[in-house]
């Protein structure tokens, strides 16, 4: 150590094992302070420089910018400070990072997808995966079902009807998934020929509290027969199919009759199909290979069923 115990700029670049052009950039921005001047102008640094610098290169090589870096500094710097600021640019590095990962992986499994297709479907393949943001955004499935659904549900109930109707892409895609998703999202975008969600009539409640009152019971009711599914169970009657009509005719305040069975059997088997969102959605969530796990829209599609199934067994009032 030279000129009263002080460093030039060359010597502490050296030390550091950076280079005079990096020191300087960082004593241009605050984050490297000079202990003083030469009498000819040279900057001079302390010992405590260099540790200073080992932090700062620390910092940055972990791709944090400079205004975080300043901050974790500022912070080592002031007597009685937990370390929270490290902490912090540690954990958004962290989840920069996951996201980052999320997205070669579904940016590998796309690949794959068009690399294992017919030579013949690969363009349109490319197309319709292309159309998919990476990372994937459910935002579309979303905006679907928010137009599906009545306009007077209130939001809490909207919020717990997307949790199960709208389903999350997985952390690590196979291709035949991401295949899924991509054409999940062009049947709600109408990339696909699809039309305008069309609410079902034995949907269209008449006010907020027989929406709430319906879609809560059709949760449970789907749950239900989810579990009847893995069972291998045929449709028929039950404690689910039961709920399942409970459910219409509790928004309904009507009675639960065989006459109210066999009306809501008619209005059900009349309204519109969205059956290929749910065959996409089986394949999204489920294991490749595996027998596909219940939907909602399986689910349903079951009830109806064993509500069919029920009115074969019951003679008319």
Same mark, same amino acid.
């Given at each position: 150590?030279?000129?009263?115990?002080?460093?030039?700029?060359?010597?502490?670049?050296?030390?550091?094992?950076?280079?005079?052009?990096?020191?300087?950039?960082?004593?241009?921005?605050?984050?490297?302070?000079?202990?003083?001047?030469?009498?000819?102008?040279?900057?001079?640094?302390?010992?405590?420089?260099?540790?200073?610098?080992?932090?700062?290169?620390?910092?940055?090589?972990?791709?944090?910018?400079?205004?975080?870096?300043?901050?974790?500094?500022?912070?080592?710097?002031?007597?009685?400070?937990?370390?929270?600021?490290?902490?912090?640019?540690?954990?958004?590095?962290?989840?920069?990072?996951?996201?980052?990962?999320?997205?070669?992986?579904?940016?590998?499994?796309?690949?794959?997808?068009?690399?294992?297709?017919?030579?013949?479907?690969?363009?349109?393949?490319?197309?319709?995966?292309?159309?998919?943001?990476?990372?994937?955004?459910?935002?579309?499935?979303?905006?679907?079902?928010?137009?599906?659904?009545?306009?007077?549900?209130?939001?809490?109930?909207?919020?717990?009807?997307?949790?199960?109707?709208?389903?999350?892409?997985?952390?690590?895609?196979?291709?035949?998934?991401?295949?899924?998703?991509?054409?999940?999202?062009?049947?709600?975008?109408?990339?696909?020929?699809?039309?305008?969600?069309?609410?079902?009539?034995?949907?269209? &409640?008449? =006010? /907020?509290? !027989?929406? *709430? $009152?319906?879609? @809560?019971?059709?949760?449970?009711?789907?749950?239900?027969?989810?579990?009847?599914?893995?069972?291998?169970?045929?449709?028929?009657?039950?404690?689910?199919?039961?709920?399942?009509?409970?459910?219409?005719?509790?928004?309904?305040?009507?009675?639960?009759?065989?006459?109210?069975?066999?009306?809501?059997?008619?209005?059900?088997?009349?309204?519109?199909?969205?059956?290929?969102?749910?065959?996409?959605?089986?394949?999204?969530?489920?294991?490749?290979?595996?027998?596909?796990?219940?939907?909602?829209?399986?689910?349903?599609?079951?009830?109806?069923? &064993?509500? =069919? /199934?029920? !009115?074969? *067994? $019951?003679?008319? @009032?």
């Amino acid at each position: 150590m030279s000129y009263e115990g002080l460093w030039g700029i060359g010597e502490l670049a050296e030390r550091a094992g950076v280079s005079v052009k990096t020191v300087r950039f960082y004593s241009d921005s605050g984050l490297l302070p000079e202990a003083g001047r030469s009498a000819g102008g040279h900057r001079r640094y302390n010992a405590g420089a260099l540790e200073r610098l080992r932090m700062i290169r620390s910092l940055r090589r972990m791709d944090l910018p400079l205004p975080v870096v300043r901050r974790v500094l500022e912070e080592e710097n002031t007597p009685g400070r937990t370390g929270g600021a490290l902490e912090d640019a540690v954990a958004g590095q962290l989840r920069a990072l996951g996201s980052q990962v999320r997205a070669l992986r579904w940016k590998e499994a796309a690949l794959r997808s068009v690399q294992e297709s017919p030579p013949d479907e690969r363009a349109d393949r490319l197309r319709l995966i292309a159309s998919v943001a990476v990372p994937p955004s459910t935002a579309p499935l979303a905006r679907f079902w928010r137009a599906w659904l009545p306009p007077r549900m209130p939001a809490r109930s909207v919020t717990a009807f997307l949790d199960i109707a709208v389903p999350q892409p997985p952390e690590d895609p196979q291709p035949e998934q991401v295949l899924a998703f991509a054409g999940l999202n062009a049947l709600v975008t109408g990339d696909c020929g699809g039309s305008a969600p069309t609410q079902p009539a034995a949907h269209r &409640a008449a =006010d /907020a509290r !027989a929406s *709430t $009152v319906l879609y @809560a019971g059709l949760a449970e009711a789907y749950e239900l027969a989810g579990t009847e599914m893995r069972r291998g169970r045929r449709p028929g009657p039950g404690e689910a199919l039961d709920g399942f009509v409970d459910a219409y005719a509790s928004a309904r305040i009507a009675a639960d009759t065989p006459a109210f069975r066999r009306e809501l059997l008619r209005q059900l088997a009349a309204d519109p199909r969205i059956d290929r969102y749910w065959e996409l959605t089986a394949e999204l969530t489920g294991v490749p290979g595996d027998p596909p796990e219940p939907t909602p829209g399986s689910a349903h599609d079951w009830l109806v069923a &064993a509500l =069919d /199934a029920e !009115a074969g *067994t $019951v003679q008319p @009032a």
